[in-house]
Structure formats: structure tokens, C-alpha cells
């Protein structure tokens, strides 16, 4: 009877160990799928944060220009070339050293031998349009900038490497006021 007995809580014993073993593993396999699930939710938080590294890879680049002079005569851009590495991110400061009023400049990088024409399309659009025509020959566009001021422009460098333009597209300054941009 009681060799009955003691295998039956044995027997109990086993069953109630079996019972426990399985749900465990069930517990550990629904905390295994949370983190998964969690991963995945964390991978797709990142992704957009992972996309800046392939903005800092581009080479930033800083120029400076000046605008001098302060009269029709002797007005002139200091640098008459700008040299800048293809599809770089150009960061350009200008600097107008006029003193007064219609020493109003501004910096416009056109494609090759447009800057002309660029000009004349500007004096047409006039102060409302900024002095800058809607062109596919425009690359890049300053803002105006008044006697004594500096302003800042950034823009993408042209794939292509060869001999660029760019000019001062307040009326008439075209004529003293342009100069090149080399894309190596
Ligand atoms: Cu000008």
C-alpha cells in the first residue's frame, strides 16, 4: 500500500515538474518575440538617422568673396576666381565693402558663358523678383546684399568639372562685376 502510495506522489510530483517545465518556455518564448518586436520597431525609428551620415560624406567647402569699390567705375568683385571641388557643398560668404547706396550686390553662379544673358534676364525681373530669373542657367542665387553687408549662400557644386560663371545681376553691374567659378 505504501510503496503504492509513495509512487504516486511521484508520480504527482513528475507530472507537476513536467506542467511547470513547458510553460516556462512558453513565458521565455513570448519575452524572446517582445524583443524582437521591440528591435524591429527600433530599427525603423533609426532609419531616417542613418540616412545623415550620407549627407556629412559630402565635402564642405567655405569661400569667401567681397564685393569692393564704390562707384560704377571701381566697383569689382576682389576674387575673380572661385575655386570649388564638383558636387562639394559650397558654404559662401559675401561680403560687400561698398559704402553707399547703389552698391547694392549680389552673387549669381550660372552655367558656362550665361552669365550675360543671365544679367539681362535679371534687370527685367527687377527688385520684386530679387534680380534673379527663373533660368535653368542659374545654379545658385545670393541674396541681395546692401552696402556693408554680408550675406550667406549654400548650394551644391556642379557635377561636371569645367569653367563656370558668376556675375552681380544688378542692373548693369554685369559689365564690372562677373567673374569664374572652376569646378575641378
Ligand atoms: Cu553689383
Given at each position: 500500500m505504501k510503496r503504492y502510495f509513495l509512487r504516486g506522489c511521484l508520480f504527482s510530483c513528475y507530472l507537476l515538474l513536467w506542467n511547470c517545465s513547458p510553460s516556462e518556455t512558453?513565458?521565455?518564448?513570448?519575452?524572446?518575440?517582445?524583443?524582437?518586436?521591440?528591435d524591429t520597431t527600433?530599427?525603423?525609428?533609426?532609419?531616417?538617422?542613418?540616412?545623415?551620415?550620407?549627407?556629412?560624406?559630402?565635402?564642405?567647402?567655405e569661400?569667401?568673396?567681397?564685393?569692393?569699390?564704390?562707384?560704377?567705375?571701381?566697383?569689382?568683385?576682389?576674387?575673380?576666381?572661385?575655386?570649388?571641388?564638383a558636387q562639394s557643398l559650397v558654404n559662401?560668404?559675401?561680403?560687400?565693402e561698398g559704402v553707399d547706396m547703389p552698391m547694392m550686390h549680389n552673387v549669381v553662379f550660372t552655367t558656362p558663358d550665361k552669365y550675360k544673358q543671365v544679367a539681362m534676364a535679371a534687370a527685367e525681373v527687377g527688385a520684386s523678383g530679387?534680380?534673379?530669373?527663373?533660368?535653368?542657367?542659374?545654379?545658385?542665387a545670393s541674396p541681395?546684399?546692401?552696402?556693408?553687408?554680408?550675406?550667406?549662400?549654400?548650394f551644391t557644386a556642379p557635377a561636371k568639372p569645367g569653367y563656370y560663371d558668376f556675375v552681380c545681376t544688378y542692373?548693369?553691374?554685369?559689365?564690372?562685376?562677373?567673374?569664374?567659378?572652376?569646378?575641378k
Open positions: 512558453a513565458d521565455e518564448e513570448a519575452v524572446a518575440t517582445e524583443v524582437i518586436a521591440q527600433d530599427d525603423s525609428i533609426s532609419a531616417p538617422v542613418v540616412e545623415v551620415p550620407d549627407n556629412t560624406l559630402q565635402p564642405v567647402q569661400i569667401t568673396l567681397h564685393a569692393i569699390g564704390n562707384t560704377q567705375e571701381d566697383m569689382a568683385y576682389k576674387e575673380d576666381t572661385l575655386e570649388v571641388t559662401l560668404t559675401f561680403i560687400n530679387n534680380y534673379v530669373p527663373k533660368s535653368p542657367a542659374v545654379i545658385a541681395m546684399a546692401l552696402p556693408g553687408q554680408t550675406v550667406e549662400l549654400e542692373p548693369d553691374h554685369w559689365r564690372k562685376m562677373h567673374g569664374t567659378l572652376l569646378v
